[in-house]
């Protein structure tokens, strides 16, 4: 069993930064790929990133790619979302979230990922 725990969400002004973590329970994190989605009041959740079990490997959506950097301590059982340039439509609610099973063939598929934190708003205002 996992248990995800997100932080670092909050209200900030358009253009500006955020950063999220997630801090993972249990001793098996450095073999999970991990992702962070989020989800917008009356839209469907979306994939935003993921990161492989070394970090080596990192995979973005097309709407956050050069703005947002995803990461991870192994050390800490942490993810981080490092967020830029934020803008009105990036306000969400993130999600964390951990894969312990497919790997990369389904990384931005959210049935892929077994294990789900609680959600931390973000908010973004123009």
């Known amino acids: 069993q996992v248990q995800l725990v997100e932080s670092g969400g909050g209200l900030v002004q358009a253009g500006g930064s955020l950063r999220l973590s997630c801090v993972a329970s249990g001793r098996a994190f450095n073999g999970y790929h991990m992702g962070w989605f989020r989800q917008a009041p009356g839209k469907e959740r979306e994939f935003v990133a993921a990161i492989s079990p070394s970090g080596g490997s990192t995979y973005y959506a097309e709407t956050v790619k050069g703005r947002f950097t995803i990461s991870r301590d192994n050390a800490k059982n942490t993810v981080r979302l490092q967020m830029n340039s934020l803008k009105p439509e990036d306000t969400a609610v993130y999600y964390c979230?951990?894969?312990?099973?497919?790997?990369?063939?389904?990384?931005?598929?959210?049935?892929?990922?077994?294990?789900w934190g609680q959600g931390t708003q973000v908010t973004v205002s123009s």
């Open positions: 979230a951990a894969q312990t099973y497919y790997g990369t063939t389904y990384i931005s598929s959210e049935r892929a990922y077994d294990y």
